[in-house]
């Protein structure tokens, strides 16, 4: 068996084995995961819905699917909102397991309205991971029938795609600016920009603390970026069972000083990757049993 065999097999051991117990926890974790990721995606169509059918006139800069099609019939006559509420309708479907097929479809509405809604020269990285979580279940629905393959797959899925998605993230840095990315003045300059929007919006500025320390010298700045550009090189470890939740952990870390350095929160990205940040299926186990043995004491 050739290296690279040996570490596809390690790999496909260590990404999809987990989650095999057919316990109360892993199936509550599952479900749950799956209903928060339903909950968001519906949250997010709708709430683009209303913003397309207010704001958008035009194609200015064509994303995704908008590449090959023309969307601007998403922008009149309550389209974009009547696809809100077609893809609420697939994930109920495809939740109580009523059409294998429905997560897919829904996926295919999902990325129709996202490129509708941000095709005026922006892009939005707050939902990319709820789509993949979505992909994930549409494929498990799909090509599995047993709960626990699909359960062991979408997990699986979700640790290699977010893995490799950080990493490649880390890549593209150093690739586009070279090894001075994590220049604290770099952070500086943000939050001056920051400060700008934020006294032109509110009136006032209060800086956090983390941006106080880089306002008063730069190299607090280099150091958590550093720490940054560290965290997203090496969150492809996450493939493996031992360091997975160590590793989610230093990511959801990464992103609380996004939003304390640049006043940036990604919302749907931190709370899924708290859900896969710990073993809640041995917690969940854990309490019940817990709770069964002081019930029996009792």
């Not at 479907?93 to 020269?121: K, M, N, T």
Request: glycine share 10%; charged share 15%; with cysteine.
């Amino acid at each position: 068996m050739s290296a690279l065999s040996r570490f596809s097999h390690t790999l496909r051991r260590e990404l999809f084995s987990d989650f095999a117990a057919d316990t109360t926890g892993t199936h509550v974790y599952f479900r749950g995961l799956e209903l928060f990721l339903l909950v968001y995606t519906v949250y997010f169509c709708w709430t683009w819905g209303g913003y397309i059918q207010q704001n958008i006139s035009s194609v200015l800069l064509p994303l995704g699917l908008a590449n090959y099609i023309d969307v601007s019939f998403m922008f009149a006559h309550n389209v974009a909102l009547l696809n809100a509420a077609l893809i609420g309708v697939l994930g109920l479907v495809g939740f109580f397991r009523l059409w294998r097929p429905a997560y897919l479809l829904a996926l295919f509405a999902f990325h129709l309205q996202y490129v509708a809604r941000y095709s005026l020269g922006e892009i939005s990285h707050g939902s990319n991971l709820v789509g993949m979580g979505v992909l994930g279940l549409g494929l498990a629905l799909l090509f599995f029938r047993d709960e626990e393959h699909r359960r062991r797959f979408t997990f699986g899925f979700l640790y290699f795609f977010i893995g490799l998605g950080y990493t490649s993230a880390a890549v593209c840095k150093l690739i586009g600016t070279g090894i001075t990315w994590p220049d604290g003045r770099h952070l500086l300059m943000w939050i001056a920009e920051r400060k700008v929007d934020t006294l032109s919006k509110f009136g006032a500025f209060e800086p956090s603390l983390l941006q106080e320390m880089t306002l008063q010298d730069y190299r607090f700045g280099t150091l958590f970026l550093v720490f940054g550009l560290l965290t997203e090189a090496i969150s492809f470890l996450m493939w493996w069972r031992k360091l997975r939740y160590v590793v989610v952990l230093l990511v959801i870390g990464m992103h609380i000083g996004i939003f304390l350095t640049m006043n940036i929160f990604f919302h749907a990205s931190t709370y899924l990757l708290l859900l896969l940040g710990l073993p809640w299926h041995r917690i969940i186990d854990a309490v019940l049993e817990r709770s069964r043995t002081l019930a029996f004491s009792g």
